[in-house]
């Protein structure tokens, strides 16, 4: 459920920019997970479970990147690449504000790769904010300059994990 709480005084405009009211501003409905699942439709296990009902724990270990071999090097990139070739089965990306889709009556989204997804999801959330009149507003940077910075991009990184693991079929992949 959405937070109703009011937005802080480092953000003095209200009923702007999309991000106020992301996700709900695009969509209506979504899914409420069970136990330990967790995706968009509930279809995946939550980080740090697996099997069929998503109740084995799995740890998973990630190196340090200056101590990987030359193949888990290579095999990284490998990954990375493929990922950039591979649309997205499960996401698309808003290719304009909330407003220029005349309120959701004109939707504008695009099929993106699953590499370009994670670019794509990092700018929407430090992009300028963009203002009434049709001006920015660049003194605001959501992603880095807020108390959500921590949890936000551990996230972000551990949904990307998940999405390359998904592309590459190797469930033991982990970000160096």
């Known amino acids: 459920v959405p937070s109703n709480s009011p937005v802080g005084a480092q953000f003095p ?5 999309d991000r106020e009211n992301w996700p709900i501003v695009f969509y209506n409905r979504t899914c409420q997970c069970q136990g330990n699942f967790t995706g968009y439709n ?8 697996t ?3 998503c109740t084995v724990r799995r740890t998973m270990i990630r190196k340090d990147i200056f101590k990987i071999t030359t193949a ?3 095999k990284f990139l490998a990954y990375l690449n493929l990922a950039k070739r591979t649309i997205s089965p499960d996401y698309v990306i808003a290719t304009g504000t909330y ?8 939707p504008m989204f695009a099929d993106i790769n699953v590499y370009d997804l994670f670019v794509w999801l990092h700018y929407y959330a430090s992009r300028d904010a963009f203002l009434e009149d049709g001006s920015v507003w660049a003194n605001i940077d959501f992603a880095h300059e807020a ?3 921590l949890p936000w ?3 972000f ?9 998904k592309v590459t079929g190797d469930e033991n992949f982990t970000i160096p």
């Open 13 to 17: 405009f209200s009923g702007i920019d």
């Open 42 to 49: 509930c279809g995946e296990c939550m980080y740090g479970y």
């Open 51 to 53: 099997g069929p009902n």
């Open 72 to 74: 888990e090097k290579d």
């Open 99 to 106: 407003e220029q889709m005349n309120n959701g009556s004109n």
């Open 147 to 149: 108390p959500g910075f």
């Open 153 to 155: 991009h551990r996230f």
């Open 157 to 165: 990184l551990l949904l990307w994990e998940r999405e390359i693991q």
